[in-house]
């Protein structure tokens, strides 16, 4: 194509044939004609603007280097996956504008006590990195990333725009570092603290926001398990005008609560806090009208709390069970009979929380009154394996033919049947997350006696947007081979002592393409297993392995194999060189950059990391003969 | 370890044992060795009857190999014994079974101290242990999948009227709160003299006061770098100019760690055995050696006479 063609011809006189070769901007001095690039440029730049979706993104950037240049300037959000998968340095030298970032840490049966305490994933060193390259950074998300007091005053320092908070299963801060984001963080609307392990410092923090009018929207801080200064938080409450979203801990009395409520009836999630009287009350003193306080609250659609229910004040909430979307009764120790006169209310209802306490007669409550539910999950009052369990496959069973909507169970039972995990397949199509925890190891079909292959095996052929999915009970190679067979979208898969041989593992990781996360703990899947999945690893975000028969050997040649991973092995004897063991947990994921080193030599036992050049130290030891250096940003790195 | 409390015992051979932690592995070494000495048996103490398991706590390598084999015969039948058949347990190879006691083993580091208390005990009354069991395999780390604050909500329940609440300032009954047993982190706050802000440490992470001073001096020492130094930027630091803060323990460096006890008491770090530390120490202290008081001879060796907070 010739730009000539289109050219006005100003010089006049010249002969050019229009056929032949043109030259690029020939004829004519004055006008110069953006070059392809700067076309395109502008082009992706502009429409770049609109793509928000990281997916969408990524796909663009892959395009050509201009593409991949133009997109990484005007990227304003950002997600990492797996702290460890690249660098911080990395990250600020491709991305210049980024406004919002997430960043996850560690693998999730961390949560379960399967880590070794201090084992990394830090949030110092991306802290140091963002402090330079994104003054500008409004939001940020973490989940399972160590924060220390000192780096939360780091980032209210560093990011004095910092608009929204969300810290989500952290730990190593307390009531200092809250302390000083009230203090510093002028412009937070959103402050967020979920499921994570504050220390209590003995700071009133709440005494540390601003004395004048806050834009705070949401302030949720239901895990602090300290003491608040509660006239403090109401005259908060009274100059947050904005405020939306208030999740309250335990430790404020439910009369404290009908304080709160009557000056912020503008709340549509409410977190209510103990839910119980905890002060000494005058006898005969007048109890405040709680009905009231949940009637002035027209916009209220998710309630949560009940930390510490006293179940005669359950009625309160009456007044706004017709318009919620999300009731969160997972704290609540309450029976079916309890559970009946709110359920039956409650028609909106989208998302429902609750414990097993409720029963399986609770359960077909929800199924006759909640005809949206779209999630589920019921925990157990008793989290232990040979505990007599009130829901069973009976609740199960009547939540699939009453909720046909349903997307997302998570249900933890003591006894299960193959019949009513196949009839929810049947119901509920719409099935996107299916996490059914037999708590029981190697539970069969308690009616049958036979393995829970068939449920699980027509949960994956039925429910074709399937992405999440936790297995339990008894369960042979077979469901592992209808896993592989039938989970083509799946996405993540948690697995616990199950399976037979190697096989189970070999049919995942050849069947299902889309697998980005696996966790497996506690089943026999060795190294020829392992070897089986060197395809498919790079296109993982991780693999755990705990308890499993793979040896440290299998483990370093997976690295050898695969440079582009991080192998980091848990081993039980340090001193132990033979390769032959089986490792206790093995986690690998993908890396851009070294392994790590900033994994903990002080603890008993630290992680090894194998692959790329294989950097290893010994436990207790400083890393002999190899320097420990800060890049530029500040990330730490290894060099000999 | 509740109620137990070594501070109380004013013998004479606790004080030559402080504060070098070598001594307590010699000691707890000749002690572990196929019973107690008649000297200790002759001691007043309080303890479980049948021996003094406080010593057998302490960790080094040659201990975890007795706690993998010696006290967990009834964990590594119980592990082995399960309600269904499971196919591959049973075609299990002869090595997996030291990969079961050894995960019984972990089962006791992750679980801390806690967890260790209870063995012994379960081995000093046999039957009884046994009972409880009844068919139930042994517990395994993070088995069910539920995270530690959702546990032990059966005692969370409270029908109690508001004339039956024990405090009177706006509070929370501590006795309402989920026990947690196994926690997963032990965080406790530590501060400087000199360093404006304090850090946390995980003392989970640690099982022993050698690990711990290493890594208070790995946690300070490029703050007290930086804290001399006000014009360098902390961040170019080469690691290797930063002072080590050693001596922490023995009261021969420039600092000294202490710590409050969960009776407010302020205790030097190291008097007592470390799973005993780690369940009463509430928060550390990194003093000035030259700021310490000289030891009082109170009733309480090693207690500092100094009053007034941390």
Redesign the interface.
Known sequence: MSEDEELPDLVGGSTRSSNSTAVSGGGDQNYVSPSPDQVLENVIENVLYFLTSRHDRNAASLVCKSWYHAEALTRSELFIGNCYSVSPCRVTNRFKLIKAIAIKGKPR?S????L???WGAHFAPWL?AMAVSYRALEKVYLKRMCV???DL?IAAHSFPILKELVLVCC????T?GLAIVARECRHIRVLELV?S?I?D?EVDWISCFPDDVTCLESLIFD?V?S?IN?EALERLVARSPSLKKLRLN??I?I??LYCLMIRAPQLTHLGTG?F??????A?GEQEPDYISAFAACKSLICLSGF??????YLSAIYPVCGNLTSLNL?????SAEQLKPVICQCHKLQTFWA?DSVSDEGLQAVSAACKDLRELRV????????AEGPVSEVGLLAISEGCRKLQSILY?CQRMTNAAVVAMSKNCPDLVVFRL?I??????DHVTGEPMDEGFGAIVKNCKKLTRLAVSG?L?DRAFNYIGQYGKLLRTLSV??A???DLGLKYLLEGCPKLLKLEI??S?FGDSALFAGLHHYYNMRFMWLS?C?VTRHGCEEVARQLPGLVVEVIA??E?DKETNE?V?TMYLYRSLDRPRADA?R????PPLIVGKALYKYKA?LPLAGLK???SPC?SMYLSS | MEGYSRKDVGCPQLLDLIPKEKEWLVKSAEETNHGLSEEKKLELRLGPPGGDWTFKQINGPKNESLLSFGFFPNTTAGATTTSAPTPWQHQAKASFFPLMEKKSCRTVELQGAEKKAFSPANKAVPNSSNAQKRTAPAPVVGWPPIRSFRKNLANGNSSKLSSESQSVVPDKDFSKKPIENCPKSRFVKINMDGVPIGRKVDLKAFNSYEKLSSAVDELFRGLLAAQSDSSTNGIENELEEEKVISGLLNGSGEYTLVYEDNEGDRMLVGDVPWDMFVSTVKRLRVLKSSELPMLSCGSKPGKLSLDGSI
């Open positions: 049966f949560d379960f006590s399967l070794p305490p201090d140091r220390s007091d000192e005053a730990e190593g801060f307390g200092d499921d392990d220390t410092d895990c398990e003491p509660f335990s430790y009395s009369r404290q103990s119980s009287t905890l002060e000494i009350v006898q930390k510490d229910i006293n179940p005669e997972s704290y609540a120790n309450i414990l925990f157990p009052v008793e989290a232990l394996e040979d933890f925890c708590m029981g190891r190697h539970r069969p008894l042979t616990a002592f399976g037979n041989t703990r506690d026999p308890s028969k039980l004897n001193e089986y206790d903990p002080m603890m008993v036992r207790g420990i250096s800060r500040g």
